[in-house]
Nanobody
Framework: QVQLVESGGGLVQAGGSLRLSCTASGRTFSRNTMGWFRQAPGKEREFVAGIRWSGSWTDYAESVKGRFTISLENDRNMWVLQMNSLKSDDSGIYYC????????????????WGQGTQVTVSS
């Protein structure tokens, strides 16, 4: 059974940076799209960034374009979300996820999820 484990969350001041990692462990991992979602208190979970297994396609929420970068590492068993110029609105629980669909951006398309990691940006 494959499990996803996030790491790298924490508390940072506005304008600072954080690097989130998601590692797939267990059986041989193979998915077509890997991504990141977040959920703030009282809000719905939202798509943040996605990347295709080949690395040839990436997509970002408008609110994070130019500030966040998603990338693959370790032969696609790990993906990273580099978050720069963080704002208080970026606070929330960040989840990594994987999908069998190509170019997936909706939560309904992802069938494997991590447990989440807290990101808090202080203003």
């Amino acid at each position: 059974q494959v499990q996803l484990v996030e790491s790298g969350g924490g508390l940072v001041q506005a304008g600072g940076s954080l690097r989130l990692s998601c590692t797939a462990s267990g059986r041989t991992f193979s998915r077509n799209t890997m991504g990141w979602f977040r959920q703030a208190p009282g809000k719905e979970r939202e798509f943040v960034a996605g990347i295709r297994w080949s690395g040839s396609w990436t997509d970002y929420a408008e609110s994070v374009k130019g500030r966040f970068t998603i990338s693959l590492e370790n032969d696609r068993n790990m993906w990273v979300l580099q978050m720069n110029s963080l704002k208080s609105d970026d606070s929330g629980i960040y989840y990594c996820a994987a999908s069998n669909e190509h170019f997936a951006t909706s939560g309904r398309e992802f069938n494997l999820w991590g447990q989440g990691t807290q990101v808090t940006v202080s203003s």
